[in-house]
């Protein structure tokens, strides 16, 4: 689950790291109010932020800069009209306007390939990591934290010389670092980046520098949200599709795509097949759905839901292997669903495994088109898709 | 021969009084795997599989009493990571965690763990393994359906659940039998790699070519297909990868597999593959008759 | 560093363990006070415990129950008027008297042999661990736990079940002992000791059990209560003898025994062997000091004055083996420290090692009598203890 | 021959730059050791001893510049413990920490760090290790003074700092050469035991005798002379135990030791040891004698 910059920062916060003394407003008011306070202790000019859970806000129009109260009234006004990649900005974050030396990059994110919490940093912060490990992925450091220990202070210190900090500077950055292993582990989770970790002049030494968080993007496990019940209420639900809304809350992998075959699979690499062998026959889908391992009826009637929701559907192919989910569960959940839906879509079922024979009686009786091979079943629905204008 | 899981197998389920764990075993003991105990703490003194075996409060009480050798776990998301660290910790030296959605955190402590007693873990959120058999000498461990197989000498290995039936399927319809089908697991954080898998097939004489069935996203097929570029130059070899058809920039940790110099798309995975001696399917039925182009032939 | 129980559970109670609803008090009257603060909360007794960093405090009447606020101040100011081993009673706990159904024994401590938090459990509560140990080791279970992730759920159930907990007592004796490790390690605690941690009826659930921490024995680790400025202010100094409060304050190791001829010496190892050879020839040591590595010429005057604040000291032996610390220094120092006190005792120096020939000169124009080898020195303190008194 | 230290010893000093570790370097440089890196974070780019030996922020950066495969910390203590898991954590497979002071649980992490790189610590609170050596060929390690060795084929171990220096003294002085001297330091928690040093030894072909200086508290001695008294039957072996004369119970961690089966007295430790066939002296001058005793013959 992706957070906003402002919960983020919340949670930079949270673990005593240096971040702006920011604010979050969902009206041009608000966002005014937040500006008269930082002007009043000195700021001279703050920065406004759309809130939304896409990257390329910048761009987009989502950041400005104002200088007076009045005008971060007028500016928030303007950027929460704004919807940035069919994302409505709803809440704008009110921060002062930094004076950046220097952008440093770091994250801790959960990796595949060395099995556990990888701290990476950079001096060229402000860029996206992918495009510094294009250009010169010699520019990156990296530390793999110790499993149960975090981020161990020769590690911090190794990142931090390994970027070519030194004296106090490093030892902020020793701290930042291996507190944001601590708010990984802590939140459980799957990446904490910071990008740019700025550095800033230091207002109490003059000619000193100090570091500060400027920007933040965190990712919480699914899996472990259920531990968080104070981060999983940070769930912005309102820039969530309802349709993805309803996947997720009955545990279904729901992935919207421009086609016209609806698809419904057990697992995610048979479900990711599945449309591989539709493209290959011709077809375009118009999802990815993986139902998961032992699905009952009930869920299969609201996948079937989820796919007709989605009006580019012309016809659905349902894919299921039986292992632990059972194929008549399956068939009399299709059968259930036909009964409540009001839009008639050709269906083509493939249903194999365990209890397969019982499912082919059942699809059989209710008259459902049904195939053996993976292979056949996706030509047949993009026969059907054909057929109802789709392709 | 086989890998992984065999005859020899002791089997602990951990979760075995669960109504998955029990449905399982019961499965696993009909396949012909023994086993030997069941631990779900607090039920410690009952008898679990019709009353056949005995349930223990830990593991290492179960291994004490039953020399019990593997374990398969089934034990909820919540505790499944610490059951991963009981099992290594008390001389279980192969371990297969069917479990899904364990935090991810908690596995890295979990293999780190693993690791330490010099285990090896299979999984989490994997199907398990089977060793088909002839005549009731076949095991299996985990939730493979058992009429999928058929017994020979092609090691199967795959990160999918389904897609494995699916695969396996068509090669047993083919006439084409396994030596080991073997399940590793998708999730961000998973024991045994397919390197990891490709290295115990290569050891194991019985194996006579291979079918790799990888997925988009991270660079475990490449990390594999370089070594056994190297290593594996006498097996026939296949492979199958999901997702050729997949939008991009939808998956997690994906800024790690960049950062490693991957970029998790099938097309490279699929050259990667390519590079190191395997023929790549466009469609799980192809299995068998590309088996068959890269030398392959029956017993 | 010892602590109080009382901090003890103060500690326990911050870490969210259950511990009686207890406070401490220095006066009879605040001891009514809490007195009756308990019985208007419906506790049927009281329990009041001498606060002294000694065991057997029992024994000496140090811990009495009081069934009235009125008996509990008559209670209290006899608690408050004993001295038990030397040690006055300055404070007393009150506390609510448990019913305890059972009694169980739970500890984690730095164990030499595993190089781990070992956490010992065993179903024989309230009687020293040592004692249990004798009469049946196989009573005792134990678990070392992870050395960076604490104790793990796994391992605080194999001690639970060891000890024969099962259900709703089981789990709470598994948040207890992982709290034990996460407090030993998180307070730098040598020693975390519950005893007895008792299985109590649970006023809830009719019937019910529940456990509950009610005595607390913790030891700090010296080394590191730099870090910890809070608990470190937890030292009770009162109770210190001044002589070991100097030494401590010093860096000076030093432990008062009950013989005649007082030793400084430089490393424990070399301390104690200097106290054996004393004793081998016949006399009785007054003290083990160790002046440590490096020591300077100060420091050498301090040890002087704590070895000559004994009045039982009738000889000295100095034994310095030089390695970093250098021979002139000490030289210098005792030099310094002969200008400086009251009290003329006969002594003999043994200076080898570094620096030993500088020192050896400074030693003969000072006219001090001096020793080669450590079992001559020995000799000739013995000697001349003998001459002044003592033996 | 020799342990842990000799001519092919890198030493890396950790805490170069500091007074204790500037100071203890020259004397290990003066008495043959090869010292070719400093390690002070912040201070990289500087040069320590005279000049002569670069210094490094990272030990890994000094390792992978220089060689170095041996540590030695002088680092402060609140510092020494991760001092120790970077050494080992870059490679280096002989770490030596003369600090005292260091917080124990700090150590348990750090031991933990150092097994799991199968790495080797001496200390911490130790005096270090030399190997004496004839005509600028000797080695030492830490802060023993050099003026007490000579060379020559006795083993020493002792947990105590200027205790080890008295019983050598009483060797040197006695016309006994020393292999190695090993001052394996008296914390709670430390990387190698007496019965670590005595596997050394017995594996050095060049020691043809043993010395073991002991002290009351703990169960290390016992468990090294139940070692010895089955491996080590072919060597002379005396012993020595400071604190027959302590009272009993001023020592920490001593629930440990008595629940390990243990008493930490002298009385008992010197009951074991005789048993293993050790000679045990009642006074570090009378080692020599027993040596002889024991069958040591002078080369």
Redesign the interface.
Known sequence: MKIHEAEARELLARAGLPVPDADVATTAAGARAIAERLFAAGVPQVVIKAQVLVGGRGKAGGVKLAASAAEAETTAAAILALTIKDLPVRRVLVAPAATIVREIYLAALIDRTTRGVLVMASAAGGMEIEEVAAKDPAAIVREVAHPHGGLLPFQARRLGFGIGLRGELLKQFCLIATGLVKIARESDADLVEVNPLAVVPAPETPGGERLICLDAKVTLDDSALDRHPDLAAWRDADSEDPIDREAREQGISYIRLDGSIGCMVNGAGLAMTTLDLVTRAGGTPANFLDIGGGARADKVAAAMRIILADAGVKAILVNIFGGITRGDEVAKGLIEARAQQDRVVPMVVRIVGTNAAEAAVLLREGGFETATSLDEAAEKAVALAAAGGGK | MSILVDQHTRLVVQGLTGR?GGFHAGQMAAYGTKIVAGVT??R?GEFGLDGTVPVF????EAVEKTNANTSCIFVP???AA??I??AA?SGIKTIFCIT???????M??A???VQ?HGARLIGPNC?GATTPGVGGLGAKIG???A??HLPGDVGVV?????????AV?SMTDAGIGQSTCLGIG?D???GTTFRDALELFAADPATRALVL?G??G???EE?AAAWAGEHLKHLPRVA?I??????EG?R??H???????ASGRAVDKIAALEAAGFKVA????ELPRLLIEAGYTKR
Chains 1, 3 share one sequence.
């Open positions: 998955e703490p607090g410690g409060d830990t593991v290492r998301a919540a505790g610490d059951a660290a009981e910790a899904e959605g364990i935090p991810v955190h908690d890295v402590g293999l780190a763990v330490q199907p939730i493979i359906p009429s999928i795959s990160r999918s659940g389904t897609l494995t039936y699916e399927q998708g961000p954080i998973i069935i997925e988009i991270g660079s475990a990390e199958f999901a997702g050729r058809a997949a939008p939808r997690m940790g800024a790690g597999a960049i950062v490693s110099g466009g469609s799980p039925t």
